[in-house]
């Protein structure tokens, strides 16, 4: 495959504004959806009921959950409690909605007594939503030091700002088709943010490099170069995830398909912005940012042997 990309020649960087923009009208897009249609918020943030009901015969809590689907509830979240005991955890419901939501378990094949209805408070309410903000600035805040001391400022406001564009866009797909925001998106979240950090710092490795080993080659050359050579190990670990990660949407049920499906998501959107947003903004403030053409000089090592010791170094 490397040998095919350099062989046509192909020159993406030289049309680096045009990526940018590209991926601009994607994040533009996503925070028009959470802007029109807002965050479809679960139990785990707003607060709700929670009903608890035993079963005289064995349930499927996915036969459960489809059954609570087709009267109204498609985001209520159905666990297994006890030995035959379900628990249905759903929005601010009156009493007539849990009386429809038995009668519907009861037609999934089951005798159904409820055994326990109260009211729940938000477990992830403002003061810890404010706290996962907080938190994410501040990861974001370290990402951009170490990427910052380990490449240079360029490099760090790249790839921030590409882990950012890619949180934005999955967020904004999820508004748009209504998909439930719960604890598991937040953990999957947090890993798209790993992946792409992943991703991108391989890519901004090969260009370091190969900048310190040029010979006079102008530094966008240099990054379409380095993004040409690092198709196949993007491309044979992104499949790799993906195949696991469509058997999990497909094969792993509701309560894993949401949770797959923005994992899968994050893994396309930041496979892309590392070639397409991250390196292209790096070409793009490199023009104003210059970076050193020689590899930084390692400091002299100090040896702790005393001076005519006829110690051989």
Known sequence: MRTALRRRNLNLMRRSRFWL???????????????????????????????????????????????????????AVVQESGDDELSVRTGHIDDDEVIRIQRALTGAGADVTKVRDELIGPSMGPELRNKAVLALGVALLAQMLYLGVRFNRAFG???????????????????????????????????????????????????????????????????????????????????????????????????????????????????????????PLLVQLTKRWAMPRTKPAKPATVSAEPHGSGAVL
């Open 157 to 279: 406001v790249s790839a921030v700002t590409a882990m950012l564009h890619d949180v934005l866009v999955v967020i904004g797909v999820f508004a748009w088709v209504g998909k439930p925001i719960d604890g598991v998106f937040l953990a999957a979240v947090l890993t798209i943010i790993g992946l792409s950090v992943n991703d991108t710092v391989v890519v901004f490795d090969r260009i370091r490099e190969r900048w310190w080993n040029s010979t006079g080659e102008e530094f966008t050359d240099i990054a379409n170069t380095a993004v040409l050579d690092t198709v196949p190990r993007t491309v044979n670990t992104g499949l790799g995830a993906m195949f696991i990660l469509a058997a999990l949407a497909v094969l792993g049920g509701d309560s894993l398909h949401d949770f797959a499906l923005a994992l899968l998501l994050g893994l396309v959107v930041g496979t892309y912005s590392s070639a397409f947003t991250a390196t």
């Open 21 to 75: 923009g590209a991926s601009a009208a994607a994040v533009v897009l996503a925070v028009a959806g959470i802007a029109v249609n807002g965050l479809n918020l679960a139990v785990e943030f707003t607060g709700g009921r929670i009903t608890e009901f035993a079963t005289t015969a064995g349930l499927d809590v996915d036969d459960a959950r489809a059954a609570v689907s087709e009267v109204g509830h498609p985001n």
